[in-house]
């Protein structure tokens, strides 16, 4: 659909770099393969079959086991509730069900936390993980693990002829042994003995012998070279400290800023950054996304000063992790999973899992950052007084360091030869030039549009919740809506999904359940200033009075108290921590402002009744007065 006219794509040239599209009448549009990309990014080009299938995490069959108990446990628990069952019987009742299912029954608490995870992910939400959950090997094997460790340094690093097999075969001798003499019955596994000789120190290795680690490190970097053979086949993500003072426009300094990065495994080329202040989160993931999701048109272009065309946003396959507490968070992962991609996560400590990312990271330090005025070069010793250095000569913002570092990507990196792109090729080959060879024999999929992406964002702040008749209660506060109150009347509503802006505790929005649009429910304490609810914790713990009675005037009092005494610190000279803050606060409020943006967005305005306009005139004069003063009666 372009222009409100439907065309057919009749023939795709990738070597051209065309597509051809047919419409009614056989009129054909030659249309750019660049441009086109935008186009359906920025949502100038819809595509009506091109339906994004969400990722499904892969479970195991103990997985869904646990699962179909969990789902079971919910119905029957719900059974109780219509029943009106509490306390001792609830709890017999809970019991003989959970020893029918051969299980342990878990504890009130925990089935309310099923409970919601049903309500907010669905049956996925029951699935446990049981492949991140310790067993009790490690202490109750103890003994055998001792065995073969020592079995590891007297036969395994002595001699290169022994394998892992003819050491597992070693260490059950040994285990026969023991087992004969104390009258115990002790085993080991193959991997559990793989496990203790990647532990052991490079050291101990002796004569002639590779280390098992480093020559399993040298076949996998071997095989990553060609293991993916598409173009955003697979992403490295990974996030990183700037290692950089920065002075914004009022002279303030900080220094605490993040980077976030992707990186196309198949080209190395870095397809989204992004730079905030702060730590990593939830929302800065989501920003580096909206970054590759972004039209690269003229005004992309323009908004960084490059002269590069960057490449076109489209369909990511498969993305590899950092172990960030982020990027783990059920949340992150339902965003990503409905934008069809798959997750995978690099090992603790090993960062040769994700090599493209670390090796530009590692340029960019050298060539860019540590040679930008503020630097710290905290990895190089020789430097004196860093610290004071750094500080004196920070002149750069947090956009200004943001830009620099798009310009040199799109105009100086993915320029320059790379001698491993060289080497997969057979020929010299660029970043860029890599990139464009392969999206010559290959086009990915279409990505979703940059709106699409964008509304994503306000799945991190979701919840259900059950509907009184006076409305919701949701963070100690209540929220009512009439209009949803009605529509809840006439269906007999239960529980509602609301969506929420975490900076803005004045007011939340309700889900209607036929269209998906938001509804917005005002906050039921008149007077409450406009502040996170976060803030509004912080302000009624201040309150020296009953908590219960406290109105939203008491919440204004105690705001302006708080101002005031923000105005009177402001007076001393700030530290950098204190500098660090406020920059962080500023993040979040344009957080705040990104989120009320898109709420704004999918909720109808809301028009006053009948207002009464300045110049409106109904006709009506007054009776003239009369002067009584004189009158005798």
Known sequence: MLDGTHFLIKTIKPLLGDIVLE????????????????????????????????????WSASESAAADFRLALLGFAQQLDVQGLEGPIRRERLEVFCQS??????????????????QQFGYEGLIPNFSQRGGSGWRSKKVAKEIARNALIQYF??????????MKKIVDELLKQHNETRG???????????????????????????????????????????????PFELVEVDAKTIDLYSRDESGVVHTQLTLYAMVCARTSYP?????????????????????????????????????????SPCGITGIT?????????????????????????????????????????????????????????????????????????????????????????????????????????GKRMSIKQAMDEDLKRFMPVPAPSLQRVQNLILDVYRDNRKLQHYGVDFEGFRFYCAEFAQLAREREIQRVDIRFNPEDCTAIYFVHPDNQSLIRADNKMVGIPTVSFAVAKQLKKAYTGDPEQI????????????????AADSRKRPKIRDNNKKLREQERLRQKADIAEQLDKLSPPVFPAHPLAADDDDDFTPAPRVDLSNDPN
């Open 23 to 58: 419409g009614k009448g056989g009129i054909e549009l030659s249309i750019d393969t660049r441009e086109f990309y935008n186009k359906v990014a920025d949502g100038a080009i819809q595509l009506p079959q091109h339906e994004v299938q969400a990722a499904q995490r892969a």
């Open 101 to 118: 299912h051969r299980r342990k029954r878990p504890c009130d608490k925990t089935i309310n936390a099923y409970k919601q995870r049903y």
């Open 271 to 311: 397809i989204g950054v992004y730079v905030t202040a702060g730590k990593p989160s939830q929302y800065t993931l989501l920003k580096v996304f909206e970054f590759f999701f972004t039209p690269k048109d003229e005004v992309f272009k323009e908004r960084f000063g490059i002269k590069t065309d960057w490449v």
């Open 321 to 425: 992790y950092d172990n960030g507490s982020e990027t783990s968070s059920d949340l992150a992962l339902s965003v990503v999973r409905k934008m069809g991609i798959s997750t995978d996560y690099a090992r603790v400590g090993r960062g040769d899992d994700k090599p493209h990312v670390e090796s530009f990271f590692k340029v960019l330090d050298e060539r860019l950052l540590n040679k930008m005025p503020g630097a710290q070069k905290s990895q190089d010793k020789r430097v004196k007084n860093r610290h004071a250095r750094a500080e004196q000569e920070a002149c750069y913002s947090v956009d200004k360091i943001y830009q620099e570092i798009v310009q040199f990507i799109a105009d100086v990196y993915i320029h320059e030869p790379c001698a491993d792109l060289g080497f997969l090729h």
């Open 551 to 566: 109105t939203g005037y008491d919440y204004q009092r105690e705001y302006a108290r708080r101002i005031m005494q923000y």
């Open 157 to 166: 690093m002595e001699d290169d002829k022994i394998n892992l097999t003819s």
């Open 184 to 230: 115990v019955s002790e085993s080991i596994d193959r991997k559990t003995i793989s496990r203790l000789l990647l532990k052991l120190p490079k050291s101990l290795v002796k004569g002639g012998r590779l280390d098992p680690r480093t020559y399993a490190l040298w076949n996998r970097q071997a095989v990553e070279c060609y293991k993916v053979q598409l």
